[in-house]
């Protein structure tokens, strides 16, 4: 992806050193050298000058990698965890999580609040803006920004809400954005939770940076979210699409010949029928289940016939997922939320039915992977990391500029 605007080296090279830093975590200035291809006094310079801006501080290692006996103290390079953090809020289906997102990744749930059912937007923000009033006075000498996350329709590019399961918008949108920026005088960011969570799994999984297509898929409790990562750019949701989804195609599971524009019928539904619900009804641990992401939960406790209906799903999925192959091609299918932590079973019977209809080859099955972070901490993550990284221009990787 092209830079916006002309960086200096020196800009960059600061990106590349705190970038290595989130991911490895304290490295010797010598192996910065390496990892970034840069020259060791170009390195000294840059850590001279993060030194400066208090972003990065240094540590001794004494542990000999070879031996019990302790050998000459390394000095390592290490990100300041102290020197800002990003204040996010997800706004899921029945909850509000306020967590606090720091330099080096680590995060933090500073509280969870219930979130009443079809809320006006309005109420929604007077609630948020009182919690964050508080947590603003406790971390304003760190604070960096905000980023909101929301399940539902958003317009991350004007920071604007239109449509969601569980609020009620106007017709023309909600200018959330510049609403809590006005109020707060830090920037905010806005965006899907969808598009949160896959930015979440690219930042902390550096391999997707030279991946050109990624698309992201996850199934929780709450629903199913579908993104997309393509040519360097995040598509976001507009007006009369779904979360995370631009101008996309999508295949009916009952009809694949006939091609629908504008909404996704690729996966299977979030909510079990009633046959399924008979079903498990004869079981007493899988008495309460109505959803997908529920089976998922229990997979280990699945009476054989409840078993079953998670299998068949997983093949409905796994042909889904065919779908976005045959049509759109990508490198990846990021699979992530509960579906990461499907038993090698389950995953079996999902690769099955994902390489069964490939028109590309047997060997596209390697395209699904799973994503590394819990739910919440990508969504969390990915929200922050435009703010966290900000005048480091590591935004360049990513569309995520308001």
Partial sequence: MPPKTKLAKRDLGEACVVRVLQKHGPTPQRELAQICDLSPSAVSRIVERLFEKKLILTCENNVSLRSNIPGRPTVNIAINPTARAVLTVYVALSKIHYMLVNLDWSTEILTIDEKPQGIEVNNLVTLICKRLDGFTAVYSKKLYGYAVLLSGITDGKRGMVFNSQTLKTGISGFELKAI????????????????????????????????????YVYYDCDGMVLSFYFNGKIYRGGVDTTAGQTECYAFS??????????RAYWLPPVGLNKVELNVLSQSKISRKVKKF??????????????????????????????????????????????????????????????????????????????????????????????????????????????
């Fill in 180 to 215: 809590l920026e006005q109020r707060f005088k830090l920037p905010v960011i806005v965006d899907s939770e969808s598009n949160g969570a896959l930015l979440g799994e690219i930042t902390f999984n550096h391999d997707y940076l030279d991946k050109r297509n990624v698309v």
């Fill in 253 to 262: 599971e009952n009809t694949p010949e006939k091609c629908v524009e504008g």
């Fill in 293 to 402: 992401g529920e089976l998922i939960v229990i997979q280990k406790q699945l009476s054989i016939p409840s078993a079953k209906i998670l299998e068949n799903r997983l093949r409905m999925l796994g042909r889904g997922l065919c779908n976005i192959m045959n049509l759109l091609g990508p490198d990846y299918i990021l699979i992530g939320g509960l579906l990461s932590e499907l038993d090698d079973r389950y995953l079996n019977i999902l690769h099955e039915a994902f390489v069964s209809g490939q028109l590309f080859s047997v060997s596209s099955q390697d395209r699904i992977t799973y994503g590394k972070l819990p739910l919440l901490k990508a969504i969390a993550i990915g929200g922050a990391s435009g703010l966290l990284t900000a005048d480091l221009e590591l935004q360049l990787k990513f569309d995520i500029s308001p």
